[in-house]
């Protein structure tokens, strides 16, 4: 069974930095993507990143392109996801997801059915 642990949420400020980390289990991802969605209060769920596990390929939603890095340790099956100048608007708890399945366009990307695996989420707080 495939658990995704996500860690390195927090409370910061605007203009501050966080990283956060996303490790799988129970299988080894050779294909497919891994990527990070997020949900604010009040709000849906929306795509933040993703990553191709075969040649790396990244793809961003508008809002953080130039913010936020995703990368990957294949050796600790494990994604990151790098974000600098944290905004307010930033705040909500993020997901990690992953899939196996290719291939990946830009619409499965944004759309959650997409994706097979889940992890619980991690808070992140941006203050003003």
């Known amino acids: 069974q495939v658990q995704l642990v996500e860690s390195g949420g927090g409370l910061v400020q605007a203009g501050d930095s966080l990283r956060l980390s996303c490790a799988a289990s129970?299988?080894?991802?050779?294909?497919?993507?891994m990527g990070w969605f997020r949900q604010a209060p009040g709000k849906v769920r929306e795509f933040v990143a993703a990553?191709?596990?075969?040649?790396?390929?990244?793809y961003y939603r508008g809002s953080v392109k130039g913010r936020f890095t995703i990368s990957k340790d294949n050796a600790k099956n494990t994604v990151y996801l790098q974000m600098n100048s944290l905004k307010p608007e930033d705040t909500a708890v993020y997901y990690c997801?992953?899939?196996?399945?290719?291939?990946?366009?830009?619409?499965?990307?944004?759309?959650?059915?997409?994706?097979?695996?889940w992890g619980q989420g991690t808070q992140v707080t941006v203050s003003s």
């Open positions: 129970g299988r080894t991802f050779s294909s497919g993507a």
């Open positions: 997801t992953a899939d196996s399945r290719d291939p990946f366009t830009i619409m499965r990307y944004y759309s959650e059915s997409s994706w097979n695996y």
């Open positions: 990553i191709r596990w075969s040649g790396g390929s990244t």
